[in-house]
């Protein structure tokens, strides 16, 4: 991930541009009057006018770049707390609930959907989809996904995350959930809301921190919600026999 300056060290500087700034302006108040030498009158104001112009680009530029860097750490807090949350609990409607919410919230994406595979094959279950409501000629319509979508079946041949519409796709961003090597789901964006305008570099360095930890929740609440079913069944079983 790009290192982002700390907005302690931002603010240090935009104050130093700040007194810069204001020094010059002290001077420029201070500068010989109309009637004193002519170098002196025309070459000083000049001169002071210039730095002081410097020092104003130098004060956007560090605005800008705190700006910058209070939204990135801001979102990565938020990312912190989210992914805190996926590995908080073992239920896996909770975790699919945490996923939506860091995609939409974070991400700012509208439509999307969460496809956990179903063996080797390219056939998933679509465990989550926002936004899909009537559209039914989409290959993520109904309960399963059965291939049709040229970067999400490269992506879960490869592993490769794609922010990039392959032709003929319909998704802005294909994420493999990948553990231990394997490929068990993506997350597929399909359409960003109106104020987010395109995913950026900070959105893919998301993306992949996403990946790995929603990928690592959503196999232990499937092995667990699996364990924990199997263990109801022996439970009824036991009943069942000392019942009878």
Do not use: W
């Not at 939204?71 to 992914?83: E, I, K």
């Not at 922010?163 to 997350?187: C, F, H, K, N, Y």
């Amino acid at each position: 991930m790009a290192r982002v300056a700390s907005p302690d060290h931002l603010l240090g500087e935009l104050q130093s541009a700040l007194e810069r700034a204001g020094q010059l302006l002290e001077e420029l108040k201070a500068r010989p009057p109309a009637s004193a030498a002519a170098g002196a009158a025309t070459a000083r104001p000049a001169d002071l006018a210039e730095r002081l112009a410097a020092a104003e680009a130098d004060l956007g530029e560090l605005s800008t770049r705190l700006v910058d860097a209070e939204r990135q750490r801001g979102r990565l807090m938020n990312l912190y707390v989210a992914t805190y949350q996926l590995h908080a609990t073992l239920d896996l409607d909770e975790v699919k609930s945490t996923i939506a919410e860091i995609v939409r919230e974070l991400l700012g994406a509208e439509r999307f959907v969460l496809l956990l595979r179903e063996g080797e094959t390219v056939e998933c279950e679509v465990a989550l989809a926002r936004g899909l409501d009537g559209e039914q000629g989409s290959p993520f319509a109904g309960r399963h996904y059965r291939g049709g979508d040229p970067a999400v079946d490269r992506t879960l041949a490869d592993g490769v995350l794609r922010m990039d519409p392959d032709e003929g796709s319909a998704s802005l961003a294909a994420v493999p959930l990948r553990v231990q090597g394997m490929t068990v789901g993506v997350i597929v964006i399909l359409k960003l809301f109106d104020h987010k305008p395109s995913l950026d570099t900070d959105d893919r360095d998301l993306l992949d921190l996403l990946a790995a930890h929603a990928a690592s929740a959503l196999v232990a609440a499937r092995i667990y919600s699996t364990t924990d079913r199997k263990l109801r069944t022996l439970e009824s079983l036991i009943q069942l026999v000392r019942g009878g």
